[in-house]
């Protein structure tokens, strides 16, 4: 199950997006077992991404490879346990949050790929910064010690039309060709989930994040 998703998801993707720029698939590994991510990683997947610290923590040592993303709601408490461990953060929502990475980053000697998150919905329950802003907050992480900006990241409303959610992604798109004209190492626009992977690659994706789609349906209990 997991190995012929992995497969037909792959195989979809060998297209790349509407300008047929290369799709990096990140796997979401939330509630899954290591043996369930090793297969998934056996079966071809180079990238995985945890949502909780310490799922990350206790989970992502016993995993056989691959490029290592935090995708979740970062408290700046626990940042400590991932400087270092991730590849690339998706979920830079906020200016503690900035201070922070930057600050572990430097004490570490490294420096930290990130993500702007945005929120592009408006949504009271979804972290990220407006995206009117989106733009300065790029300039400004740009000239900011210890962290590279590499795109953004944003996650659509569950609710809306094909219409109304691909205007949406549209306005990312804009704005990553924006910051790329700027700085051409900006390279990821990290927007798509199981339910809505398609539409955001028509729009200009070029990394999206499926849990149930190559794992089934999640169980939290
Ligand atoms: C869980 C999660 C995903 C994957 O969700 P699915 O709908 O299972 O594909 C993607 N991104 C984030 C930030 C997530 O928390």
């Not at 989970?59 to 490879?65: L, Q, S, Y």
């Not at 945005?118 to 329950?125: A, K, L, T």
């Not at 953004?152 to 109304?164: H, K, N, V």
């Not at 959610?165 to 804009?174: E, H, I, Q, T, Y």
Request: aromatic share 6%.
């Amino acid at each position: 199950m997991i190995e012929e998703n992995v497969k037909a998801l792959l195989s979809r993707l060998e297209k790349g997006n509407c300008f047929g720029e290369k799709v990096t698939l990140v796997a979401a590994t939330k509630t899954r077992t290591v043996e369930e991510i090793n297969r998934a990683i056996n079966a071809g997947i180079t990238d995985i991404g945890e949502n909780r610290v310490q799922e990350f923590k206790d989970k992502f040592d016993g995993v056989i490879g691959g490029n290592r993303h935090f995708i979740g709601h970062l408290q700046t408490n626990k940042v400590k346990y991932l400087i270092g461990k991730t590849d690339l953060y998706h979920s830079v929502d906020r200016d503690e949050l900035v201070e922070e990475l930057s600050k572990r980053s430097k004490k570490a000697g490294i420096v930290s790929n990130v993500l702007i998150q945005v929120n592009i919905g408006n949504e009271e329950s979804k972290g990220g910064y407006p995206l009117d802003d989106a733009f300065s907050v790029f300039l400004r992480l740009r000239e900011t010690e210890g962290l590279r900006v590499r795109g953004f990241m944003a996650m659509l409303p569950a609710q809306g039309t094909e219409e109304t959610l691909s205007a949406l992604c549209k306005k990312m798109r804009a704005l990553y060709e924006r910051a790329k004209e700027e700085d051409p190492s900006i390279d990821y626009l990290s927007m798509g989930m199981s339910g809505d992977w398609e539409l955001c690659l028509k729009n200009g994706a070029n990394m999206i994040r499926l849990g149930t789609a190559i794992f089934g349906e999640r169980n939290y209990s």
